[in-house]
């Protein structure tokens, strides 16, 4: 049966004070961070604005992920608003999946409405990278992607600023041939040998060598799991 038209509204009226609500309060926070602000970025053109604002999002989502901060607990004096907010939300969501990610994982899809995978476009600029310079760093093993059908994403744990291209050269190497997934699951997973901290908060601390052997480890228990 179809949605009548005021439901169809009372969808899109949620879904507006859902995103209204999040951009008040980071306008909250940047001006109690710093009074004069709003007069500053009053002056850079919208685009730009929100361009600025998409970077930064995706650089704390990969130091968030880097340090296994839990961001979806951190919402959680937000639950009233998002049982508002859910339904409306859940269709929208189930029809982008269907549309473009009728090949993808369904179990990994919360990773990219978390911003903890990125569309090529968003890590580029996020990251400052021409899509030829990306290229080479692909293929140079500084950085790994993964896919969802046949759509490119960037772990977005690659921003953070703790750690060098070159310390995640050393270890993706190590990783040789193992499946792109399964080398986000070894960076995100705590190990038991590394202290029950994953390879990207040891690595954020400089203990490159020690996740190096580590990848080197589950390199080959993964090439024993293949027929």
């Known amino acids: 049966m179809p949605r009548s038209t005021r439901a169809t509204e ?3 009226s949620l879904d507006e004070e859902w995103v209204d609500h ?35 999002l995706c650089r704390v989502v990969g130091v968030a992920t880097v340090y296994g901060i839990d961001l979806p607990a951190l919402r959680e004096e937000e639950d009233e608003l998002r049982k508002r907010v859910k339904p409306g939300s859940k269709r929208m969501l189930e029809n982008k999946r269907s549309r473009r990610y009728h090949n993808a994982n369904p179990e990994r899809y919360p990773l990219v409405l978390q911003g903890k995978v990125l569309r090529e476009h968003d890590f580029r600029i996020s990251a400052s990278l021409t899509e030829k310079k ?36 050393k270890v993706i190497r190590s990783l040789g041939k193992t ?8 960076f995100t997973t705590p190990i038991e040998s590394l202290g029950g901290a994953t390879p990207l908060q040891r690595l954020s601390a400089g203990a490159v060598d020690s996740v190096v052997q580590e990848a080197a480890t589950f390199a080959e228990q993964y090439a024993q799991l293949l027929p």
């Open 134 to 169: 990306l290229a080479k760093f692909v293929e140079s093993q500084r950085v790994f992607r993964v896919f969802f059908g046949p759509e490119a994403y960037y772990p977005a744990f690659f921003l953070s600023p703790t750690i060098l291209r070159d310390e995640f050269k």
């Open 22 to 56: 999040i951009f008040h309060r980071a306008v909250v926070a940047a001006i109690l961070f710093d009074p004069n602000v709003a007069e500053t970025l009053l002056q850079i053109p919208d685009a730009a604005l929100g361009r600025l604002f998409k970077n930064h």
């Open 10 to 12: 009372s969808g899109t």
């Open 179 to 186: 499946d792109p997934w399964a080398m986000f699951d070894f």
